[in-house]
């Protein structure tokens, strides 16, 4: 046997092999899929810090890269090409970025909170005027049907006596400020659920776990910042030393191409809600709505999800508008449309650009998708995620068509193109 003929029994048991144990894999995963996914909820678990830190990295590193930049602007050539020098400005660069993104964050907190308890306090100090307001609803409503009004208004009358006792006794005068409300909290709320709740230290224990991760979160995102070229050069040598080299440069080009869709999305989509949540909380304390910041702060979160977070924001804040004043929950819905053709054409389109590259049905199919899939978190992601996705697509067919000598344009597809062979 000559040994062109070993290597190709070689291959063929190299073949065979494969093929078992893929097919011994498939069996495991159809058949213990339980398992399976119960695995890979302990390993999202237990890496959770690290996605959580190239989260951070990742929102982070727009502003590394300017602060870097300007650092390297004012530092002398002599010493910025030095590589210790170069290393300092890196890691002074990622400092700075972390210590201007907690400022930033509690700037939010201090300007929005104090507002927000506020509302809250406001809040719960009307609910015996909507109980009124519900209560001569009820009356008209069943005026016609004598019996069924008597009934429903003793059930109701009593309910809401038994609210506004609870209310004036036990939580109105601990919520007069900050101080007598967490001074409240911590004697009697909270001694009441540790009795109540058995479960309640698993609640404690999740908060300093969360703590820890985050604290975990942010030592990575600096690791990641610090490293992020050397990552990126072993990435792309294991990419070249697996695949050829065109097909090497058309992954590398599609995952250059799939972040700055994702980063220009995320990126852009945060500082348009910030926008826009700014902008209705100066409008709805212009035009007297109740609860301006505890609006402003609803809109401006909700705004995040593309297409229909106008519209999950602005329900529940139009009713409590609708609660107070039923003429201002119109005006409140004149001014959200207003807002959100102001941000869909104008501010929107300023910040974000193109940056999708999406027709108006695929960002509808991806956000019912996705946010079918994974919630609140899909519904954010699925429009920069599909966009990726629909970029990698549209490249391999332009590559595949421009391969056979085919037209890439679709306008020549459209119609009887007929065969194109001849």
Known sequence: MNRKDKHSYMAAGLT????????????????????????LSRLATILRPIFMGMVIAFLLLPIHRNIF???????????????????FLNFS??????????????????????QVYDSLVGLVQSIPDYIEVIQVWLQTFFEDNPEIQASVMSLYSSAATSLEQWL??????????????????????????TGMMAGVSGVVVGFLVLVKDLLIAVIVSVYLLARKDIFAAQSKKIVYSIFRTDVADLLVGEIRSAYRIMSGFINGKLLDSLIIGIICLICCNLFQFPYPALIAVIIG??????????????????????????????YFAIFILVLQQFDGNILGPKILGDSTGLASFWVLFSILLFGGLFGFAGMVLGVPVFAMIYSVISRLTAYGLRSRGLPQETEDYLGKTGPFSH
């Not at 300007?70 to 170069?86: C, G, M, Q, V, Y």
């Open 93 to 114: 660069a990622i400092v700075l970025s972390l210590l201007l993104a907690f400022f930033l964050f509690y700037l939010l907190l201090a300007m929005v909170l104090p």
């Open 168 to 193: 004036n006794s036990d939580i109105l005068p601990n919520l007069e400020s900050v101080s007598t409300t967490f001074q409240w909290l911590r004697t009697t709320i909270w001694p009441n659920l």
């Open 301 to 330: 979160v909700t705004n995040i999800i593309p297409f229909f977070g106008p519209f999950i924001g602005a329900i529940p804040c139009g009713l409590l508008i609708f609660l107070s004043s039923p003429i201002q929950a119109v």
């Open 69 to 87: 930049r300007f650092l390297l602007a004012i530092t002398p050539d002599k010493r910025s090409n030095e590589r210790h020098s170069h290393a």
């Open 16 to 39: 065979a092999f494969a093929v078992i144990a893929a097919s011994l894999c498939l069996f495991f995963l159809l058949f213990q899929l339980g398992e399976v996914a119960r695995f």
